[in-house]
């Protein structure tokens, strides 16, 4: 509780006022990452792998996106900062223990930005969402990686809407998600999409107690690599259960 706690408040001091509200998530998916870090480790590698495939063939390597890069468990920053001139890393919070590794590694080439990029704000008003249009703006981009965000853009979602009584969730969900697999389509570079799509929580003799579709009814892309990633394995919800997401990457 107490590394949290230094986690939390080093973290509020540089994370701008309107994301500070999501410092809590983060630094609880932190304190999960480290508990389960040999059930996580397989996922995080094939993550890095399909990245590190993914950039292997490009001939121009100028600047690199990350949406979603998170605690950077599941992203190869080593090779990315190696390999582009600029890396940007975004999502709602870069926690102070990523900046310090960031720091400590001396990736002067990485740079950091707090966005919003669920499009949330623009649906729920009844416009266009486009909330990866930002990276229109972005010189010289060659690569944009989603990395397991998506799924967390409806989960977030749901959230925010049911807290709100909205009746439209549905309807809004399904435009975010796609809003967000449009966006990376839309893209005159080469993208990278990981996420995971659906998740089950079963028992220890197989039976099914919860499952659930985490792209909020649109169909999932034709996959390049699938696998499976427990993120709750047993023990850490409880001892006779486990939550297993699947996962894709194209």
Not at 190 to 212: F, N
Request: charged content about 25%; aromatic content about 6%.
């Amino acid at each position: 509780m107490l590394t949290e706690a230094i986690q939390y408040a080093a973290t509020a001091l540089v994370t701008p006022k309107q994301f500070r509200p999501f410092i809590r998530s983060s630094v609880s998916l932190w304190s999960r990452a480290g508990r389960c870090a040999k059930d996580w480790a397989a996922h995080e590698e094939s993550c890095k792998a399909f990245i590190r495939e993914t950039i292997a063939g490009m001939k121009q390597r100028r600047t690199a996106v990350v949406l979603g890069s998170g605690l950077l468990r599941d992203v190869p920053i080593e090779d990315l900062s190696a390999k582009f001139d600029t890396v940007v890393l975004v999502d709602l919070v870069h926690l102070a223990g990523v900046r310090m590794r960031l720091k400590a590694k001396r990736f002067r080439n990485v740079r950091l930005i707090s966005r919003d990029i669920s499009g949330f704000d623009d649906a729920v008003a009844g416009r266009v969402a486009e909330p990866l249009s930002f990276l229109r703006q972005v010189p010289y981009l060659d690569l944009v990686v989603s990395a397991n965000v998506l799924s967390q853009i409806g989960v977030g979602s749901k959230r925010r809407l049911e807290a709100e009584g909205n009746p439209a969730r549905n309807d809004i969900l399904e435009r975010l998600v796609r809003a967000h697999l449009d966006g990376l389509a839309a893209l005159p570079c080469k993208t990278a999409l990981i996420t995971d799509t659906a998740y089950r929580v079963a028992d220890r003799s197989g039976h099914m107690l919860e499952e659930a579709d985490l792209l909020c009814g649109v169909p999932a892309p034709a996959a390049r690599r699938a696998w499976t990633w427990p993120v709750a394995p047993y023990g850490e919800l409880n001892k006779n259960y486990q939550a297993v997401h699947d996962v894709i990457a194209l």
